[in-house]
């Protein structure tokens, strides 16, 4: 297999703005995740959440939104630690790939460099999102049982996947 570039992930700085306005989801997922250039806005103007993009080589191919209170992500408190990730998307154009692991992957790797004192990261994915649940899984997310109702696109899986110490 030919070698791939590296996905990474970066903080959203003004350089990659314009090329992340750019990306967008199918149809079909845009209720699950909404417009890049609404996520920006908001996460530019919640203090503690982080927007970030997901790169391939250089190129922006996906976002996501890290929550330094996981409450924000799931309604509730946790014992230890945690994170909460939002609005994870690849790009339309880039989906079927592979990417989606390989950018939790990444993920995973930024949490342990920028936030070691992290003991596990929260999500929540709709129950219609057969798709996305089974990407989390295979990235070590479990399924806690319990449903989140605060979403706008009825009740979502609230899913924990430990950091390493």
């Known amino acids: 297999m030919p070698d791939q570039p590296d996905i990474r992930?970066?903080?959203?700085?003004?350089a990659l703005r314009p090329a992340l306005l750019r990306l967008g989801v199918h149809d079909a997922q845009r209720d699950f995740v909404g417009d890049i250039a609404d996520l920006l806005a908001d996460a530019e103007s919640c203090?503690?959440?982080e927007p970030m993009a997901i790169l391939r080589g250089d190129v922006p191919v996906g976002y996501y939104r890290l929550e330094a209170q996981a409450r924000v992500v799931a309604g509730r408190d946790f014992e230890q630690?945690?994170?909460g990730l939002r609005a994870f998307f690849i790009d339309r154009r880039w989906q079927g790939r592979?990417?989606?692991?390989?950018?939790l992957e990444a993920v995973f790797a930024d949490l342990a460099a920028r936030h070691p004192a992290a003991g596990a990261l929260a999500l929540t994915v709709n129950e219609g999102n057969a798709a996305g649940r089974a990407l989390y899984r295979r990235a070590g997310f479990e399924d806690t049982g319990e449903l989140y109702h605060g979403g706008r696109s009825g009740p979502q899986h609230l899913m924990?996947?430990?950091?390493p110490a």
């Open 98 to 103: 592979g990417l989606g692991l390989r950018a």
């Open 47 to 49: 203090p503690g959440s």
């Open 9 to 14: 992930v970066a903080p959203v700085d003004a």
């Open 81 to 83: 630690s945690t994170l």
């Open 160 to 163: 924990l996947r430990a950091l």
